[in-house]
């Protein structure tokens, strides 16, 4: 089955204490995301990836760190998370990134819940 | 930078009603897409639309890109409450990266 996996799927975590957010995608795609969701302020994009070893600064990018080293994998770090960065956090793929008039699907994942104290 | 707003913020309707939510920016965009978000899971695509004044139906549901390529609707015909949801509508920016909408949170009522 075509999918996007992230985990965890919840987590609490006190200010200060680095932690990981992994997302997976299995459609052999390009280009990767990851968003956070706040109430009334939709989807902001933090960081994408247009390949392996490719990535560049979304909407909102402080305070967080990625990486891709393999196309399947596009982890997401919280260096030393602060309670502002309480959030829903979304990890997405598409075959290629945006380009001319071709905006292709993202595929999202079920979301990662992360509370920081 | 360019911006997406939708309206309205909230809707509550009774099943069988009509109803149109819209996405506007002062930008153009190449292209406009719209997902709709459950809760408990990510955004679904429900469509693309690419040339101005393209006009798309997927069953009960229409889309329309403006003329200008800087707005677009949702209309939906005769309402259900499957179709209760959060509707995001999303463009890709001058980079290589993508703006969503804050969303139209919309509920059915049986």
């Known amino acids: 089955e075509a999918q996007v996996t992230q985990n965890p799927r919840y987590l609490i975590t006190v200010t200060g204490k680095k932690l990981t957010v992994t997302c997976s995608q299995n459609?052999?795609?390009?280009?990767m995301s990851w968003y956070r969701q706040d109430p009334g302020l939709g989807l902001r994009q933090i960081y994408y990836s247009m390949n392996v070893e490719v990535t560049d600064k979304g909407d909102v990018p402080e305070g967080y760190k990625v990486s891709r080293k393999e196309k399947r994998n596009f982890p997401l770090i919280l260096e030393s998370p602060s309670p502002n960065q309480t959030s829903l956090y979304f990890c997405a793929s598409s075959l290629s990134p945006p380009r001319g008039l071709a905006a292709y699907t993202q595929y999202f994942g079920p979301g990662t819940r992360l509370t920081v104290l | 930078t360019q911006l997406l707003e939708q309206s309205p913020q909230f809707l509550s309707i009774q099943e069988g009603e009509n109803l149109t939510v819209y996405c506007n920016s002062s930008?153009?965009?190449?292209?406009l897409q719209w997902y709709r978000q459950e809760p408990g899971e990510g955004p679904v695509l429900l469509v693309t639309?690419?040339?101005?004044?393209e006009v798309k139906k997927l069953k009960r549901l229409t889309f329309q890109f403006g003329d200008a390529r800087k707005d677009s609707s949702l209309h939906i015909t005769a309402a259900q409450p499957g179709d209760t949801g959060l509707y995001l509508c999303a463009g890709p920016t001058m980079g290589q990266n993508f703006v969503f909408g804050p969303g139209t949170r919309l509920s059915v009522l049986p």
């Open positions: 459609m052999n795609h390009e280009y």
């Open positions: 930008s153009v965009f190449s292209s």
């Open positions: 639309v690419v040339t101005g004044g």
